[in-house]
């Protein structure tokens, strides 16, 4: 077990798999409204009580066009495509897709110049709202908990985007079966992979709601490649520091859990990864 501000993380020592419980109480639960107004950020201390009880809250900012035009400033959609393209051959045209978390639906509008139809879900309402709106995309509300993916989904898909998602599937196996009923045959399925490292437990450990589950990247091989779909290709986007864009006082703040953290964790890793595995999914083996 490893202790971090808001969370315990549990890792398997045979799996290395992860996850985490949000603790009852923080070290901080409470300070005067003055100093808040006089240093705002001190409220990474404290607990987000709409967050605490809609913990979709914390991605209302996606629904809003300054998160649009953060998207374009760091060409967010013209760096994935090149991943998708030149690293794994992905061809979206005459395709129909679905982009599974897809934020706001500005990528999905962009999907839409490439292949043929697209759709896309997200766990945050306010941002199916927005693709719906300003996009006019097919959007839908799914939460990997509590709905199946097949139920809400009528209509298969050629291609199947999970971009920083699968991190917040508890049951990954049952997905992937309710998946492949939506799928073509041949049908492609594209996803970032989290694992488990410190660096990871740390970087987030001041908000209320993160990643749910980490998961080793063998682990999500197997439960795919069980279930009929075929690895074809893996490229590794370079590694981060976790502390990497903080100020200074963040930085302080974070190096106080750091040390006993890295004496309970199996491993004194800092850096985040973000492996992505394209599967094809073979109807006839499934």
Request: overall charge neutral; charged content about 25%.
């Amino acid at each position: 077990m490893v202790n971090t501000y808001k969370h315990y993380w549990y890792i398997c020592r045979m799996c290395e798999d992860a996850f985490r419980l949000r603790k009852e109480r923080y070290l901080i639960n409470w300070l005067p409204r003055f100093l808040l107004r006089i240093q705002p950020k001190l409220a990474h201390f404290l607990p987000d009580s709409s967050v605490i009880e809609d913990s979709s809250r914390v991605y209302d900012y996606m629904a809003t066009e300054e998160h649009v035009r953060h998207d374009e400033k760091v060409n967010a959609f013209e760096n994935f495509l090149t991943t998708l393209v030149d690293k794994h051959g992905v061809r979206f045209n005459g395709k129909s897709v679905l982009d599974i978390s897809g934020g706001n639906g500005s990528f999905a509008k962009k999907l839409q110049g490439l292949a043929e139809a697209v759709t896309m879900t997200e766990f945050n309402l306010p941002s199916v709202e927005y693709a719906r709106k300003h996009y006019e995309i097919e959007a839908v509300r799914f939460d990997f908990q509590s709905n199946s993916i097949n139920e809400i989904l009528e209509k298969k898909f050629d291609i199947v985007l999970l971009r920083a998602a699968i991190m917040f599937c508890l049951d990954v196996p049952k997905f992937v079966k309710d998946l492949k009923r939506i799928l073509h045959p041949n049908a492609q399925v594209y996803l970032e992979v989290v694992p488990p490292t410190l660096g990871v437990f740390l970087r987030w450990q001041f908000d209320d709601h993160f990643y749910l589950r980490l998961y080793n990247t063998k682990t999500i091989v197997n439960i795919f490649e069980g279930e009929g779909f075929k690895l074809v290709s893996r490229s590794d986007n370079p590694s981060v520091n976790y502390l990497e864009d903080f100020s200074i006082a963040m930085k302080l703040a974070q190096l106080a859990y750091a040390l006993p953290a890295s004496l309970m964790s199996l491993s004194w890793n800092h850096r985040i990864y973000n492996p992505n595995l394209l599967f094809n999914f073979d109807s006839h083996k499934s």
